[in-house]
C-alpha cells in the first residue's frame, strides 16, 4: 500500500507569497519497495503571458486570477541498493532537503536529467567541481547532442564538463512498448518536444507505477484541461502538446500516478478525463 507524508517545512518569501509562511519542503510517496521523495525548490505565481494560444475564455475559465501558482521540483529516489536524484533544480533547496533527509550528495548514486534546462541541472556544479562527486548522470542522446552542438546553453557545458567520464548517455523508449532499464526499476520515456531530448522516468516496484514526468506541464491548472496549450519554454511546442497529450492519455488509461517538476505540492497524483481534456487528483497529504 502507498502511503502518502506531509514532511518539512520550506521557508521564503516566494512560499510565503503564495502559500503562507510555513510550507512543506517535501513529500514521501511509496512506491512498493522505493521511497520516491518529491523535494520542493521554490514557489511563487506564473503568469499567463508564457501560454501559447491561450484564448481569454479559457483564461477566465481557469485562472480567473491572472496567475497560477508555479512550483519547480526535484526527486530523490531510495531502493534497490540505490540512491537517485532525477533533477538539481536551481541547486537551492534541494541540499536543505536532503540534509532533512539524512542524504549525503556523496552518498547519491546516479544523477538523471530529464533535460538541461537551468532550473533542472542548477545543481550539477559549482566552480566547476560535481556536488554530486560519486554519481554516474544519465541524460538523452539526443539532449547532449542539442546543446554541447549549439552551445547556447553553457549551464549545460558546465554540467556536463564537471563529471566528464562519469556522464552516459541513452535512448528513450516508448510507452506501451518495452522499455530498457537504466537503473533498477526506472526506465526513460521518450517525452521530446519541450527539449530535443526532453525524458520521463517511468518508476516501477512490487507490480506499482509512477511516471515523473518532468516539464510534460507549466501552468497545470490551464494544460491539465487545455493539454493543447503549450508554453514559451518549449523548444517545439506543437510536440510538446501532441506528447502532451499522449502521455495524459496512457496515464488516464492505464491509471499510473504521475509525478512533475512544475506541479503543485504534493506534485504527485493520477490523471482522470474529463470532457475535451483531463484532471489532476492529487495525493492525499497526511
Not at 532533512?100 to 533535460?115: C, E, I, R, S
Not at 516508448?174 to 537503473?183: D, F, H, I, R, V
Request: charge should be neutral.
Amino acid at each position: 500500500m502507498k502511503t502518502r507524508v506531509f514532511c518539512g517545512l520550506f521557508l521564503g518569501a516566494m512560499a510565503s507569497s503564495v502559500f503562507g509562511a510555513e510550507t512543506a519542503s517535501y513529500f514521501l510517496y511509496e512506491l512498493g519497495r522505493l521511497s520516491v521523495y518529491m523535494l520542493v525548490e521554490n514557489q511563487g505565481q506564473g503568469r499567463p503571458g508564457i501560454l501559447i494560444g491561450a484564448s481569454q475564455a479559457v483564461l477566465d475559465r481557469y485562472m480567473p486570477g491572472g496567475a497560477y501558482t508555479s512550483e519547480t521540483n526535484t526527486f530523490l529516489i531510495k531502493g534497490n541498493g540505490k540512491t537517485v536524484v532525477i533533477d538539481t533544480g536551481f541547486g537551492g533547496a534541494l541540499f536543505d532537503s536532503m540534509k532533512k533527509l539524512g542524504v549525503d550528495p556523496a552518498q547519491v548514486d546516479a544523477v538523471l536529467l530529464t533535460h538541461m534546462h537551468g532550473d533542472h541541472i542548477g545543481g550539477m556544479q559549482r566552480d566547476g567541481k560535481p556536488l554530486f562527486p560519486n554519481a554516474r548522470v544519465y541524460l538523452a542522446q539526443e539532449e547532449r547532442d542539442y546543446w554541447t552542438r549549439t552551445a547556447i546553453n553553457q549551464g549545460a557545458v558546465a554540467a556536463l564538463a564537471a563529471y566528464g567520464s562519469q556522464v552516459e548517455t541513452f535512448r528513450s523508449g516508448k510507452l506501451g512498448a518495452k522499455l530498457q532499464e537504466l537503473l533498477p526499476g526506472i526506465s526513460p520515456v521518450a517525452a521530446f518536444g519541450h527539449t530535443p531530448g526532453h525524458t520521463a522516468f517511468l518508476l516501477e516496484s512490487a507490480g506499482k507505477r509512477l511516471l515523473i514526468w518532468g516539464d510534460l506541464m507549466h501552468a497545470q491548472a490551464v494544460q491539465f484541461p487545455a493539454p493543447d496549450i503549450s508554453v514559451t519554454y518549449d523548444t517545439d511546442p506543437k510536440a510538446a502538446a501532441e506528447v502532451r497529450k499522449r502521455i495524459l492519455a496512457w496515464a488516464a488509461e492505464n491509471k499510473v500516478p504521475i509525478g512533475g517538476m512544475h506541479l503543485v505540492f504534493p506534485a504527485v497524483g493520477t490523471v482522470r478525463a474529463e470532457g475535451s481534456g483531463y484532471r489532476f487528483v492529487p495525493e492525499a497529504v497526511q
